[in-house]
Nanobody, 123 residues
Framework: VQLQASGGGLVQPGGSLRLSCAGSGFSLDDYAIGWFRQAQGKEREGVGCTTSRDGTTHFEDSVKGRFTISSDVAKNTVYLQMSELKPEDTAVYYC?????????????????WGRGTLVTVSS
């Protein structure tokens, strides 16, 4: 099982960015995918998660209403669409996966982690 997050970059406050989490070695239909982030000097925190089988998503309050998650099962890829970005959203973003029909924003729940992608929100 391999996961790779990509799509990070520099964006101005109020802007949007879409991150991708491409998976291999498993079927997205059988997996829960979580998105996490870690800002410099801070602990890793959950952002949101999804189970592609039924499209269920759960978000942390800090991003609710601004971030959405979607899946392309044919491409085995999950997307994190981020809008109304704030400087406090600056962090390295990671995706993680576990074979399950339930998702969680609790990091230890996940078995496989990909390399992160840096998102910087700054003017």
């Amino acid at each position: 099982v391999q996961l790779q997050a990509s799509g990070g970059g520099l964006v101005q406050p109020g802007g949007s960015l879409r991150l991708s989490c491409a998976g291999s070695g498993f079927s997205l239909d059988d997996y829960a995918i979580g998105w996490f982030r870690q800002a410099q000097g801070k602990e890793r925190e959950g952002v949101g998660c999804t189970t592609s089988r039924d499209g269920t998503t759960h978000f942390e309050d800090s991003v609710k209403g601004r971030f959405t998650i979607s899946s392309d099962v044919a491409k085995n890829t999950v997307y994190l669409q981020m809008s109304e970005l704030k400087p406090e959203d600056t962090a390295v973003y990671y995706c993680a996966g576990v074979s399950s029909n339930f998702c969680s924003n609790y990091a230890p729940y996940y078995r496989s982690w990909g390399r992160g992608t840096l998102v910087t929100v700054s003017s």
